[in-house]
C-alpha cells in the first residue's frame, strides 16, 4: 500500500525551488549590475560640492561630489559582494569574511561621516574582531581536521616531535 504525499502549499518542492530560484536570480542581477554601481559616480558633478534636486540637497566637505560618490562606491560595492560572499558560501571558514567586511564597514562609516582619518584607524576597530574570529576559525578548522584524521593523536604526538625548519613548518599548515 503506498502512502499518499501531503502537499500543501507551504511544503511543496515546487514553491522551494521556485523561491531559491528568485533569490539566486536575485541576487545574480546584483552581482551583474556591480560595475555600473560601481561606475555610477561618472554621473555626479565634477566642479560642485552641492547638488540640489527638487527633493534633496546634498553638500560635502570633500573637494567635490564626484568625489564623494567615488569613495563611497569604492567601498559599498566590495561591502556588498563580501556580504554576498559571506551569507551564500556553505564553506566552514566562511565567518573569517567577517574581517574583511568589517574592515569596509568601518571605512564605509567614515566615508559617510567624512571622517578623513577613519582610513587610518579602522584597523583599531577591526583588530578585537580579528582576536575573536581568527582563533575560533582555527579552532574549527582543528576540530574538523581531528575528525578527519580518527582522533589519531599519537601520530599528532609524534608529528610535534620531529624537529622542521621554518619552511616545512609553513609548508605543514597548508597541507
Same mark, same amino acid.
Given at each position: ?19 531559491? @530560484?528568485?533569490? *539566486? *536570480?536575485?541576487?545574480?542581477?546584483? !552581482? +551583474? ?38 569613495? &563611497? =562606491? *569604492?567601498?559599498? =560595492?566590495?561591502? @556588498?559582494? /563580501?556580504?554576498?560572499? &559571506? ?13 574583511? !567586511? +568589517?574592515?569596509?564597514? &568601518?571605512? @564605509?562609516? *567614515? ?10 584607524? %579602522? ?13 575560533? =576559525? ?5 576540530? /574538523? ?11 599528532? %604526538? %609524534? ?17
Amino acid at each position: 500500500m503506498d502512502k499518499q504525499i501531503s502537499r500543501s502549499t507551504d511544503q511543496s518542492p515546487f514553491k522551494t525551488g521556485r523561491r531559491s @530560484l528568485f533569490i *539566486g *536570480g536575485v541576487l545574480v542581477l546584483i !552581482i +551583474a549590475i556591480t560595475p555600473f554601481l560601481f561606475y555610477s559616480y561618472d554621473s555626479f558633478p565634477r566642479d560642485s560640492t552641492t547638488w540640489e534636486t527638487s527633493l534633496f540637497s546634498l553638500s560635502t566637505s570633500y573637494p567635490s561630489l564626484h568625489h564623494l560618490v567615488w569613495y &563611497f =562606491v *569604492g567601498k559599498a =560595492v566590495p561591502l @556588498l559582494l /563580501l556580504l554576498i560572499w &559571506f551569507f551564500t558560501c556553505k564553506h566552514w571558514w566562511h565567518w573569517i569574511i567577517l574581517v574583511p !567586511i +568589517a574592515m569596509y564597514a &568601518f571605512q @564605509l562609516w *567614515g566615508v559617510m561621516n567624512e571622517n578623513w582619518e577613519m582610513d587610518e584607524m %579602522e584597523i583599531y576597530y577591526v583588530i578585537p574582531l580579528m582576536m575573536v574570529l581568527i582563533p575560533l =576559525v582555527y579552532l574549527v578548522r582543528a576540530k /574538523l581536521f581531528n575528525e578527519v584524521r580518527d582522533n589519531d593523536l599519537s601520530s599528532f %604526538e %609524534e608529528d610535534l616531535l620531529v624537529k622542521k625548519t621554518f619552511w616545512q613548518q609553513i609548508k605543514d599548515l597548508f597541507r
